[in-house]
C-alpha cells in the first residue's frame, strides 16, 4: 500500500501541471509502473487533448502490458472529445488501476471502475483520496451546481482598510503576498474585477511568474464605461454590461466579449446570473479581487465559497474599508465564518474562511 501512495503522489503531482489549463476538463495525472520501476507517465494538458491515461499509456508502449497503472480520477467511459480512457486501458493490458477519486461527472461515475472490472482489470480505488480530492475541489462544485468555485481575494491594514482614502493601495500587503497571488491567478480560470478597479489602477490582471498563463479577466461595468485602452481588454477578456454592446463597437473590436445582463431591484447585477453564465463557459474557478463594492455584494449574496484575506501589519486610521453595508444592531446577526487556515506569508498573515454551514 505504501508503494501505491508513492506512485499516487507522482501521478498527483503531475495533474497540477494541467491546473488552471483543463477546463471544462479536471486536472487528472497518470503513471504506469511495471516490476518496480516507472514506465509512462502523463497528464491531461487542456481540453480537447488526450487524457493523462492515454500520455502515460503512449510513454509506456509495450511496457503497459501487465502493469499497474496509477491515475487520480477514474477513468473516463464514454465518448466526448476524445474516446473513453477505460477502452485505451483494456487495449493497453493493463493488469491493475489504482485510483484516487471517483468522478463525480454523473455520467462516469463508477462507471469506469465497473467497466474495468468486469473485463478482468484489478481495480483499487481511494489511495491517496485526500490529496487526489484537493486536486478537484473546484470541478466537483462546478460539476454538482454549474457554477465556478468562487474565491474572494483581498488585503487589508490590521484595521480593515483595503485603501488610504485617496484610494491609494499599493501596497499594503508584502511582496511574497503578491507572489503568492500570481501563482493563485496561474491556477485559476477567470479573474474577475469591478470597472471601478480598472478606473482608478488600469491593472493588467494577468499573471506575472516565469511559466505562467493568463487567467480570462471579468469586468462587471453596468454603465459600460471602460476606456477603449485599458490594459485588461482585449482577446480572453469579458465584460458585463447593463447597456447595448453594439454602442460602443471599439470595445468589441478589441476582442473582447460583451454580455448584457438585467440589473436586479438595487441597481446591480445579480451575482447568480453572473456565475451561472461563467459556468455555462466551463470556468471551475474565479479569483474575485474587486473593490470595496464588489466584495461587499458578492459577500452578502453568500454565492462565494472561499475568503483568502491577507492582513498586513500596518495601520491608516481611515480609508476604505473591506466590506461596506448596512450594519446590523447586534453582533449576534453578523455573518458568522469559519476560518479554515491562517498562515504567515512575508509580513502579512493570510487568512482563509468560508462561511459557516
Known amino acids: ?34 516490476d518496480g520501476r516507472t514506465v509512462g507517465e502523463g497528464f491531461h494538458p487542456g481540453a480537447g ?30 465518448y466526448g472529445r476524445t474516446p473513453p480512457c477505460v477502452n485505451a486501458v483494456m487495449e493497453a493490458g493493463i493488469a491493475r488501476v489504482v485510483v484516487g477519486s471517483i468522478d463525480p461527472n454523473p455520467i462516469v461515475a463508477g462507471r469506469g471502475i465497473r467497466t474495468l472490472r468486469e473485463n478482468g482489470v484489478k481495480v483499487v480505488v481511494g489511495v491517496g483520496k485526500k490529496e487526489t480530492d484537493r486536486l478537484i475541489s473546484w470541478y466537483t462544485p462546478w460539476m454538482e451546481r454549474k457554477r465556478p468555485f468562487v474565491i474572494a481575494k483581498a488585503a487589508m491594514t490590521l484595521d480593515g482598510k483595503i485603501a488610504a482614502p485617496s484610494g491609494d493601495s499599493k501596497w499594503i500587503s508584502s511582496e511574497a503576498s503578491r507572489l503568492y497571488v500570481h501563482e493563485l491567478r496561474n491556477h485559476v480560470d477567470a479573474i474577475l474585477v469591478g470597472v471601478g478597479t480598472v478606473l482608478s489602477d488600469d491593472p493588467l490582471l494577468t499573471c506575472r511568474i516565469q511559466g505562467g498563463r493568463n487567467p480570462l479577466r471579468v469586468i462587471i461595468d453596468p454603465r459600460y464605461v471602460v476606456p477603449e485602452g485599458a490594459k485588461c481588454l482585449g482577446n480572453r477578456a469579458v465584460v458585463f454590461t447593463a447597456k447595448d454592446p453594439l454602442s460602443r463597437p471599439e470595445i468589441i473590436e478589441s476582442g473582447v466579449k460583451v454580455i448584457r445582463l438585467e440589473k436586479g431591484k438595487d441597481e446591480r ?6 456565475l451561472s453564465i461563467l459556468g455555462g463557459m466551463g470556468l471551475h474557478s474565479v479569483l474575485v479581487e474587486g473593490g470595496s463594492a464588489i466584495l461587499s455584494s458578492l459577500i452578502q449574496s453568500r454565492l462565494f465559497d472561499e475568503l483568502r484575506i491577507f492582513v498586513a501589519p500596518k495601520l491608516l486610521g481611515g480609508g476604505i474599508p473591506l466590506v461596506c453595508w448596512e450594519p446590523p444592531e447586534t453582533i449576534a446577526e453578523s455573518l458568522h465564518l469559519v476560518i479554515s487556515e491562517a498562515r504567515t506569508i512575508g509580513s502579512d498573515v493570510l487568512i482563509t474562511a468560508h462561511l459557516e454551514e
Open 49 to 78: 487533448l488526450p487524457h493523462a491515461e492515454v500520455f502515460a499509456l503512449n510513454s509506456a508502449g509495450d511496457d503497459a502490458k501487465g502493469a499497474t497503472l496509477y491515475v487520480t480520477l477514474e477513468p473516463c467511459s464514454h
Open 269 to 274: 447585477f445579480l451575482w447568480e446570473n453572473i
Open 1 to 34: 500500500m505504501k508503494g501505491d501512495l508513492r506512485y499516487m503522489r507522482r501521478a498527483v503531482t503531475l495533474a497540477q501541471k494541467g491546473l488552471g489549463r483543463t477546463a471544462p476538463n479536471p486536472p487528472v495525472g497518470a503513471v504506469v509502473v511495471k
